[in-house]
């Protein structure tokens, strides 16, 4: 056990570490295992590989100590949001239809909200909680797009080497359009981490997300033709929802930089 390791030491052993479990436990029990590794890494690296855990600024530096309230709504509106406007753009087309939800749909929602939330946290204290602070170094947007990478790589022994995850549709560009669609993701969920202060705005975002998607998809929406819909248009990483976070992640980098502007001349102004 170490003390401590520098930042590029433990983002490169995280990365190694949670990304061979990803390839070790794909398809073992549904991949609930790969589910929560990223979680299952940070333990590792904070209990095991270091005696940062066994400190207050080990856990503190996750961000989990701060809520980031004020930045929920900017969450929700980036994920669920988005979601919405790409369903409705999918019925607007003549995709797609909705529906009033119907059978056991109720009892699906509650099972949701209580596994959801779980599953988003064990990969947002990974991804945003643990490696994205140590990426610093590299500049913020850059540790966003190196983030973005590494979450596509962890996801892709899940999707080529089980049937549980974007199973259906031409492979390639199912997966041209996942990994625009992480790379997006991690740059919204990214800069909610680095202006909050706090994992839990990209905790609520990833809930978010596929909560909406998963309620539309399967209570809400009806269409004869499923993949153009769920795998090309509107379903987890679909173009619309591309495109929407990518113009979300835009605005929101736009208007970061322009608060950095504007406070980086406020003392000068003063003089």
């Known amino acids: 056990m170490f003390e401590r390791l520098s930042d590029r030491t433990s983002s490169i052993v995280f990365t190694v570490l949670v990304l061979g479990i990803s390839l070790c436990t794909a398809d073992i029990a549904e991949g609930l295992v790969l589910a929560i590794s990223p979680l299952l890494t940070v333990l590792v690296m904070l209990l095991v590989i270091t005696r940062e855990g066994?400190?207050?600024e080990g856990w503190h530096r996750l961000g989990m100590s701060e809520s980031g309230l004020r930045f929920w709504p900017l969450a929700?509106?980036?994920t669920a949001g988005v979601s919405v406007l790409a369903f409705a753009g999918a019925v607007v087309v003549g995709a797609a239809n909705f529906?009033?939800?119907?059978?056991?749909?109720?009892?699906?929602?509650?099972?949701?909200?209580?596994?959801?939330?779980?599953?988003a946290f064990a990969e947002e204290l990974g991804w945003r909680g643990y490696l994205q602070p140590r990426l610093a170094f590299l500049g913020q947007r850059c540790?966003?797009?190196?983030v973005g990478v590494i979450w596509i790589g962890w996801?892709?022994?899940?999707?080529?080497?089980?049937?549980?995850?974007?199973?259906e549709g031409e492979r390639p560009?199912?997966?041209?359009?996942?990994s625009a669609t992480v790379i997006a993701f991690s740059f919204v969920f990214g800069y909610l981490r680095l202006l909050s202060r706090s994992v839990w705005p990209a905790v609520l975002a990833h809930f978010a997300h596929n909560a909406?998607?998963?309620?539309?998809?399967?209570?809400a929406i009806t269409t004869d033709r499923p993949v153009l819909v769920n795998?090309?248009?509107?379903?987890?990483?679909?173009?619309?929802?591309?495109?929407?976070?990518?113009?979300?992640?835009?605005?929101?980098?736009?208007?970061?930089?322009?608060?950095?502007?504007?406070r980086s001349l406020a003392p000068s102004a003063r003089g």
């Open 143 to 146: 540790a966003m797009l190196v």
């Open 99 to 119: 529906i009033t939800p119907s059978g056991d749909w109720l009892q699906a929602m509650l099972v949701l909200c209580v596994t959801g939330p779980i599953l």
């Open 155 to 167: 996801h892709l022994p899940y999707i080529l080497l089980t049937p549980y995850y974007h199973a």
């Open 173 to 178: 560009f199912v997966l041209a359009l996942f």
């Open 76 to 78: 929700l509106i980036t």
């Open 231 to 262: 795998e090309y248009l509107a379903g987890d990483t679909g173009l619309f929802v591309l495109i929407g976070t990518a113009v979300c992640a835009f605005a929101i980098a736009v208007r970061t930089a322009s608060l950095t502007r504007r």
């Open 54 to 56: 066994y400190t207050r």
């Open 212 to 219: 909406t998607f998963t309620i539309l998809a399967t209570y």
